[in-house]
């Protein structure tokens, strides 16, 4: 069974961090991208930043550009998201997702994580 689980969401006040996780699970870790994706309400979902264990490419949203920090612990089947210096508008729901390139539509998605930043 695939499964992805997100961890790591909370309140967070303006200009602090969090790190979310996403363990991967069901599927062979190294032949995905891991992505992460936010939805807030009201908005249209936005790809936030992208991993790829293939080719080792990186990708991130201009919005969180120099903020926010992904990376890949391919022991653990896990993707991490350091967000920095977070920002009200900052506040979703964050989905990890695995497919089978950054370019490519997600195969599989976790079930959220709630990120809130108040300032």
């Known amino acids: 069974e695939v499964q992805l689980v997100e961890s790591g969401g909370g309140l967070v006040q303006a200009g602090g961090s969090l790190k979310l996780s996403c363990a991967a699970s069901?599927?062979?870790?190294?032949?995905?991208?891991i992505a992460w994706f936010r939805q807030a309400p009201g908005k249209e979902r936005q790809g936030v930043s992208c991993?790829?264990?293939?080719?080792?490419?990186?990708y991130y949203a201009d919005s969180v550009k120099g903020r926010f920090t992904i990376y890949s612990d391919n022991t653990k089947n896990t993707v991490y998201l350091q967000m920095n210096s977070l920002k009200p508008e900052d506040t979703a729901v964050y989905y990890c997702?695995?497919?089978?390139?950054?370019?490519?539509?997600?195969?599989?998605w976790g079930q959220g994580t709630q990120v809130t930043v108040f300032s």
């Open positions: 991993i790829s264990s293939s080719d080792g490419r990186i």
């Open positions: 069901g599927f062979t870790f190294d032949d995905y991208a």
């Open positions: 997702t695995a497919g089978r390139g950054c370019q490519n539509r997600s195969d599989y």
